[in-house]
């Protein structure tokens, strides 16, 4: 990586931690001004929740939409996944920070990113052909979907060696860098909201309405 990307790299990153420390003070003190929000929570019937929720196939939800379920999964799982041991990125923490971890083979990564990039098509598919989704679809969703996507392109065609590797990397880094600022500050936030969105409804559904949220 060139050197001049650093100050970027660093910005995005933080940009991501005091984007999403910001918006977590934020969202606790909307939550205190609602009576109902902390008194409710419920260990026991949170915890229930999010584990069913993490787990495939472990709602009705997901087992009456069993590709959905397949290719949600799968697509979360290698945006995740691949990010963190693709062989490149475990390269340059070895050589700035000295730190160093297994890394994926580059034909697994190489399927992973495809796997992202196939299952965010599907989404932006089904946005267009599904009118339940459809009608509650912005602009925004599809630039969101794009957004998301675009490293694993560029991380893709990079290695492929299908551009000039000066100009791939740089969109590669580019379109990284704009992941990382925007997750905090749009729906990508949900990363981090799911495990308190799902304990606060699993909460308010067993301890509250004795009742499954899946």
Same mark, same amino acid.
């Not at 909307?30 to 229930?48: C, I, M, N």
């Not at 957004?147 to 100009?167: D, M, R």
């Given at each position: 990586?060139?050197?001049? %990307?650093?100050?970027?790299? %660093?910005?995005? *990153? ?7 420390? $910001?918006?977590? +003070?934020?969202?606790?003190? =909307? ?6 929000? $902390? ?28 590709? *959905? ?14 990010? !963190? ?7 340059? %923490? ?6 160093? %971890? ?6 697994? /990564?190489?399927?992973?990113?495809l796997v992202v990039v196939a299952g965010g098509l599907f989404f932006i598919l089904r946005r267009i052909a599904a009118p339940q989704v459809r009608n509650v679809t912005t602009w925004s969703d599809? /630039?969101? +979907? !794009?957004?998301?996507?675009?490293? $694993?392109?560029?991380? *893709?065609? /990079? ?8 100009? /791939?990397?740089? =969109? ?22 799911? +495990? ?19």
């Open positions: 990586m060139e050197s001049y %990307w650093i100050p970027f790299v %660093w910005l995005a *990153f933080v940009g991501l931690l005091g984007g999403t420390a $910001f918006k977590i +003070v934020q969202m606790g003190r =909307l939550a205190s001004r609602e009576k109902t929000v $902390f008194p409710t929570l419920d260990a026991k019937h949170g915890a229930r929740s999010v584990l069913h929720w993490l787990l495939p196939f472990g709602t009705r939800n997901m087992r009456l939409r069993p590709f *959905f379920t397949v290719v949600s999964f799968a697509f979360h799982a290698c945006l995740l996944i691949t990010p !963190l041991f693709v062989m490149g990125h475990a390269v340059l %923490w070895q050589q700035s920070w000295g730190i160093s %971890w297994w890394s994926l083979p580059a034909p697994v /990564a190489d399927f992973m990113s599809y /630039a969101i +979907v !794009l957004l998301v996507i675009a490293p $694993f392109v560029t991380g *893709f065609v /990079a290695h492929q060696g299908w551009l000039p590797s000066k100009h /791939a990397i740089a =969109l590669h880094i580019a379109s990284g860098i704009a992941w990382l600022l925007a997750i905090p500050f749009t729906r990508l936030a949900h990363m981090f909201w799911f +495990v308190f969105s799902r304990a606060y409804m699993g909460s308010e559904f067993g301890a509250v309405r004795n009742a499954r949220d899946w």
